[in-house]
């Protein structure tokens, strides 16, 4: 079992600022391609970003030139930072860990976008 532990959600107005963080063990860390997903009350969870452990980066459209991925491979976390937030951005956002062949996920984390 991978833990994965997140932190950096809240409250923030359209147009600000936060920056989401998931810690991984290293020993899976290292091996991964990190993700974000997220969950907006009823819909399903969709892709948010991902970076491979060379660090190549993939985007949904709804987030591109807003949000970054990023990955530390020394402090073994991987970060989503995102900018000019929207009301459509509010959701839970969950990090995941994809290694060999399967899935691990965060507890999520709470983004709220006020208008």
């Known amino acids: 079992q991978v833990q994965l532990v997140e932190s950096g959600g809240g409250l923030v107005q359209a147009g600000g600022s936060l920056r989401l963080s998931c810690a991984a063990p290293r020993y899976a860390f290292r091996l991964s391609t990190m993700g974000w997903y997220r969950q907006a009350p009823g819909n399903q969870r969709e892709l948010v970003a991902t970076?491979?452990?060379?660090?190549?980066?993939n985007y949904a459209d709804s987030v591109k030139g807003r949000f970054t991925i990023s990955r530390d491979n020394v402090k073994n976390t991987a970060y989503l930072q995102m900018n000019s937030l929207k009301p459509e951005d509010t959701a839970v956002y969950y990090c995941n860990a994809y290694i060999a062949g399967r899935n691990y996920w965060g507890q999520g984390t709470q983004v709220t976008v006020s208008s």
């Open positions: 970076i491979t452990s060379s660090g190549v980066t």
